[in-house]
């Protein structure tokens, strides 16, 4: 039998069998959807519509799967689920997933279980619940079978452009040319995506210092672990400036903390830093340091072309390798390509590597050896 899928607005999406749908969208009232979730069949309800019979609908769920703890990713969420709301399907719930990078699967099936399922600022997955994707990584993918899936997708609601500051300008501008969404009420957001996400800084000071209220939402999306404020910023962000989101007093009133950490988290990488060449090199990973700002390297050290660092969570010990947009001396190597080798990834000019909590000795390994190709 063939799965009927979703309403969809005319014009917009994949036909679906005439058999499994009323004539109209607006005359479905109930439906019943199959899919299969973690080898078990689960029965999922969605729109349908008996004839002359008062149109009820169940509520529908699109899960948002974004970058978790990075501004671009929670604005890539907040502009998606605008977009979503204004021209796909308005009134239904909007889940938000943060996603993160880790050693082994990154995504659970449970992350997919909405009626539509989105990825933004993320690594493709070719589950074939996913709906949507949007991405601006270099290293967008998991595997080569994982791109040549993406690459025999004709849905046309999968789009991959690592040309762009950040995933929120690459989905503002997407979903304007094919899907008519009118991004300009978001347009602080997209700015201030691609200067956060492309590191656009005038200076290493102005990334550190952070007297903009926008670096300091920054700072608290970066550092902060409760979900559901997150989520409350990002329902925020689509109806608000970025500076008027900085300004509630739920922000404010988390700052002062962090920005205290931030200020400690200088001096332990003042500490604990040694420059080779070029590059400089420190390992936090005694320290409680996930989400350190990445421009404090080279705040403290502005002769530095790059920066390798390694650090400990609790869920992955981690290489990162950046490099300094305001070097006296330029970058020469594909950062992305660098990590890629040890199954890491992101962007020409900073990329990083996940390994599984407990093999911090390997990840000091692959830090000694990067440090030594980049001083080539
Ligand atoms: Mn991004």
Redesign the pocket.
């Given at each position: 039998m063939s799965l009927p899928g979703v309403p969809r607005k005319a014009g917009q999406g994949q036909a679906l069998p005439l058999q499994s749908y009323p004539a109209t969208p607006d005359e479905y009232i109930a439906a019943r959807r199959l899919h299969r979730d973690g080898g078990r069949l689960n029965l999922a309800c969605t729109a349908v519509r008996l004839p002359h019979s008062p149109v009820h609908k169940l509520t529908m769920k699109i899960n948002i799967c974004y970058?978790g703890n990075?501004f671009?990713?929670v604005s890539s969420a907040a502009i998606f689920g605008r977009f979503y709301a204004d021209r796909i399907n308005p009134g239904w719930e909007q889940v938000f997933r943060p996603m993160m990078h880790r050693a082994g699967a990154l995504f659970d099936e449970a992350a997919f279980n909405g009626d539509e399922n989105a990825i933004v600022?993320f690594k493709y997955s070719p589950s074939p619940a996913l709906t949507w994707w949007f991405d601006?990584h270099k290293s967008a993918f998991l595997s080569v079978e994982d791109e040549r899936h993406f690459r025999a997708d004709n849905g046309g609601r999968k789009f991959l452009d690592s040309s762009y500051k950040?995933?929120t300008g690459f989905i503002a501008d997407t979903t304007a040319a094919r899907f008519g969404f009118n991004p300009a009420p978001l347009d602080e957001l997209v700015r201030w995506a691609n200067l956060i996400?492309g590191a656009l800084y005038q200076s290493a000071a102005e990334a550190v210092e952070m007297k903009a209220p926008e670096l300091r939402l920054a700072l608290v999306i970066e550092a902060e672990r409760d979900g559901q404020l997150i989520e409350r910023i990002i329902r925020d962000l689509q109806v608000k400036s970025p500076g008027e989101v900085a300004a509630a007093q739920y922000i404010t009133e988390r700052i002062m903390p962090l920005y205290q950490r931030h200020l400690s988290s200088i001096e332990i990488i003042r500490s604990e830093s040694r420059l080779a060449g070029p590059v400089l090199f420190f390992d936090v990973s005694g320290h409680d340091m996930e989400g350190y700002n990445k421009f404090i390297p080279y705040y403290l050290y502005p002769e530095s072309t790059y920066s390798v660092s390694v650090s400990q969570s609790p869920f992955r010990a981690k290489v990162s390798v950046g490099s300094n947009p305001w070097a006296p001396s330029p970058r020469k190597h594909d950062l992305s390509k660098i990590c890629e080798r040890y199954g890491g990834g992101g962007h020409a000019v900073v990329a990083a590597i996940s390994l599984p909590a407990g093999e911090l000795a390997e990840a000091r390994r692959i830090a000694a050896e990067i440090v030594d190709e980049l001083q080539q």
């Open positions: 970058h990075c671009d990713g600022d601006h950040s995933c996400d």
